[in-house]
């Protein structure tokens, strides 16, 4: 079974720019989940999406956006980036809002100069 | 966010050592999860524990849910080169919602 998978997997974008993650779950799972790795606050849950629907969000400005599609793929949209957005930004599947199990992609390297 | 105390932060053990840390909560969990991620990789699921008091193995791995449901811990017996990486523990919510470690960063010194 395919894992998660996460596109593209690095990216360099300017300040002030706007920029969109990709993220296709493991077959039949229906929440996907979004975080953000860096070395000085760890991993933060962004949001996650569970049946094309945001079920939690995490502490993060407006800016930080996302949607999942009928197919449970997700896309993340990041507006007027900040030199602080830059960081390695990790979706998670698993098979339901409840499901114990979550399973991580490998990530997008973003750097925004 | 919320995170969990991980500890140790680091460790630098020699090869055939076991290693132990462990995750502790201010706040109860459903489920404990250990996971352990390479560089420029996303973090990949080593042990779910479900309940109070469950102990679980795979492989050279042993993890534990505490009984207050408050920590975890995880053990890797007769350590080798490639358990070298950062290891993270996860705690899900009734919320349904996960908070992580801060991370354990093992290195193993052949």
């Known amino acids: 079974k395919a894992g998660v998978t996460q596109t593209p997997r690095y990216l360099i974008k300017t300040r002030g720019q706007q920029v969109t993650l990709s993220c296709s779950p493991i077959s039949g799972h229906r929440s996907v989940s979004w975080y953000q790795q860096t070395p000085g606050q760890g991993l933060q849950f962004l949001f996650e999406y569970f049946s094309e629907t945001q079920r939690n969000k995490g502490n993060f400005p407006g800016r930080f956006s996302g949607r999942q599609f009928s197919n449970s793929r997700s896309e993340m949209n990041v507006s007027t980036l900040e030199l602080g957005d830059s960081a390695l930004y990790l979706c998670?599947?698993?098979?339901?809002?409840?499901?114990?199990?979550?399973?991580f992609g490998p990530g997008t390297r973003l750097t925004v100069t | 966010g919320q995170q969990l105390n991980q500890s140790p932060q680091s460790m630098f053990i020699q090869e055939g050592e076991d290693v132990s840390m462990n995750c502790t909560s201010s706040?109860?969990?459903?489920?404990w999860l250990w996971y352990k991620q390479d560089p420029g990789e996303g973090p990949v699921l080593l042990i779910a524990l479900y309940k109070a008091g469950e102990l679980t193995s795979n492989g050279r791995l042993t993890a534990q849910f505490g009984i207050t449901r408050k920590d975890s811990f995880l053990n890797i017996s007769a350590s080798i080169p490639s358990d070298v990486g950062i290891y993270f523990c996860a705690g899900q919510n009734t919320g349904n919602q996960f908070y992580f470690g801060t991370g354990t960063s093992l290195t193993v010194i052949p």
């Open positions: 706040s109860i969990f459903n489920t």
């Open positions: 998670a599947s698993r098979k339901g809002q409840v499901a114990y199990e979550q399973y």
